[in-house]
């Protein structure tokens, strides 16, 4: 697997770490408790495309945010996590 | 046919012209009611299906499996057995996993090469043999073996070992004498043909594509090989698990992540136990044809794609190198990977859902193979009795909700951890 960082370019999957999925969006301090048990806990897990955050530690210690389909591990693409956040 | 020595010299004599299969290949039947389907054929739902029959008298049962009999993870692990776990919520449960192993073979009229051969778990610091300690200790108090070692005891038992490698030195290990190997295809074959022999319908090569549900309840199972009618299903599906739930409208605290093993070149008998490194995460063990047994953590990220990368595979023998240098010497021959359904604690889940009629079995992360016969005990009470049976009464699906979580290493909701 190689990910294609926006400023260090192509790079090996061992430069960089993952904390797994960038679906689940934190929820309002206030809001229910159902809420925050499926934003710490659930997960919809699919097959195939997932958005995921990787860490270039290994590189420019950028946080990304990669599109990976999880049966083939091919890289659908990468941006930067501020560049993910807008729509 | 009940297998035993004369049966084997009888067929002998026969010219091994005589062997019936061990199982009916069945297709589910669409014109009936089953009392329980289970989706996935593996060690999970045969030896549910085993015990639903055997314990529960349950034998109007349908096991629907999309690929054949072993294919999923019940072939692809490392084979390694034992009990030596922390917490209430898990000891009892897996202790009498190892108690259903010690018995297996008669129970099943099998022969699944269950070898109590021993697990060794080295230590490699002061505070490590503090935790190991308050393990062994934990052990002993739910009556299960444990014996705290010593550098020169783990010396005297495996000499071949870098004790006193500069950063990692072996300051002894804490040994489970009752842990060690099974041959996990064997499990899966025996329990088919088990299960089968009670009147159980074995269906290899059929996907299970919906969960019907009416009003709440759930009415049977859609396949590639029709719709079957179920008064209960029940889902074993490992590292599909997310997806076959999804099929009920269940969303699960479970990723999907793969793991690797690897096989060295066979050589003579060297290692007679099964050893982990704690320096790290690597264990090794020799199968009976000789070829040395070994893995080491996850890839790290999501996977239905049941083969990793290198970097991880760098990463194993490295470890390998670490405790044992005279790896270097041997070629692996073959690697592999299995998609473990890994869960937000480490522990399983084996409960009821919230749909009437529907069981879920599920979370067995990368050690669900020692769990096989107690999982499917535990499984089969749930759903006969539809209700937990004592072992598995913290393994609740809501415990995520409720904060009873069974968090054996402390890593918290980090699936790519535990
Ligand atoms: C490399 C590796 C090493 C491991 N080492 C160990 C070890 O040393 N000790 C240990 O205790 N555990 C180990 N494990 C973990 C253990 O193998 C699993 O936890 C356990 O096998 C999972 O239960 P199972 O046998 O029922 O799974 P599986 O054999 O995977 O069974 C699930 C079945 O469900 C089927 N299925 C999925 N979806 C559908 C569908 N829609 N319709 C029909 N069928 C479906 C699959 O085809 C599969 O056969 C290891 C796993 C791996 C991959
Ligand atoms: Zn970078």
Not at chain 1, 81 to 86: G, I, L
């Amino acid at each position: 697997m190689r990910i294609p960082c926006p400023h260090c370019g192509e790079r090996p999957v061992d430069e960089f770490t993952t904390i797994g999925t960038a679906d689940p969006v934190r929820p309002e301090a206030s809001s229910d408790m159902k809420d925050w048990v499926d934003y710490v806990y659930i997960r919809n897990n699919p097959a195939g495309t997932h958005r995921e955050w990787f860490h270039h530690v290994g590189g420019c210690r950028a946080w990304l945010v990669v599109t990976r389909d999880t049966r083939t591990h091919a890289i659908l693409g990468a941006r930067t996590a501020e560049e993910a956040r807008k729509p | 046919m009940k297998y035993s020595v004369f049966s084997l010299l009888r067929n002998a004599f026969q010219a091994n012209r005589n062997w019936k299969p061990a199982w009916r290949d069945m297709s589910p039947r669409t014109d009936h009611v089953y009392d329980v389907v289970i989706v996935g054929g593996g060690g999970h739902g045969l030896s549910t299906a085993h015990y639903l029959a055997k314990v529960h008298g349950i034998t109007n049962v349908a096991v629907i499996e999309k690929g054949y009999v072993g294919s999923g993870n019940v072939g692809r692990n490392t084979t390694i057995i034992r009990s030596n776990y922390l917490l209430p919520g898990n000891t009892p449960f897996y202790e009498w996993s190892l108690k259903l192993w010690e018995g297996l073979e008669q129970d099943i009229n099998f022969n699944a090469m269950v070898s109590q051969r021993g697990v060794l778990n080295l230590y490699h610091s002061d505070a490590q043999r503090d935790a190991y300690a308050r393990r062994g200790n934990a052990m002993r108090m739910n009556g299960v073996d444990s014996v705290l070692l010593d550098a020169a005891q783990v010396r005297a038992m495996v000499p071949y070992l870098d004790f006193d490698n500069a950063r990692f030195p072996i300051r002894g290990g804490l040994l489970q004498p009752r842990g060690g190997t099974v041959r996990h295809d064997a499990v899966a074959w025996g329990y088919a043909r088990a299960a089968d022999s009670r009147g159980v319908d074995i269906c290899q090569h059929c996907e299970v594509t919906g969960i019907r549900i009416e009003a709440g309840r759930v009415l049977g199972v859609e396949t590639t090989k029709g719709f079957v009618r179920a008064r209960k299903v029940a889902l074993a599906a490992a590292g599909n698990s997310s997806r076959v739930a999804a099929m009920a409208g269940l969303r699960l605290p479970i990723e999907t992540h793969v793991l690797q093993a690897f096989v060295s070149e066979a050589i003579k008998p060297l290692v007679d136990t099964v050893i982990t490194f704690g320096a790290g995460h690597f264990y090794i063990s020799q199968s009976d044809k000789g070829g040395l047994v070994f893995g080491g953590d996850l890839d790290g990220y999501n996977s239905y794609a049941q083969r990793g990368s290198l970097p991880l595979v760098e990463h194993v023998m490295e470890e390998g190198m670490g405790l044992m240098p005279m790896l270097g010497r041997l070629r692996v021959v073959r690697s592999w990977g299995g998609v473990m359904d890994m869960s937000m604690d480490g522990s399983p889940i084996i409960d009821k859902t919230p749909v009437e009629g529907l069981y879920l079995n599920c979370g067995w992360c990368y050690g669900g193979f020692k769990a096989t016969p107690a999982s499917g005990w535990c499984f089969a009470h749930t759903i006969a009795r539809d209700e937990a049976h004592a072992l598995n009464a913290a393994m609740r699906l809501d415990r995520f909700a409720t904060g009873h979580l069974i968090d054996e290493k402390g890593a918290g909701p980090t699936p790519n951890l535990h």
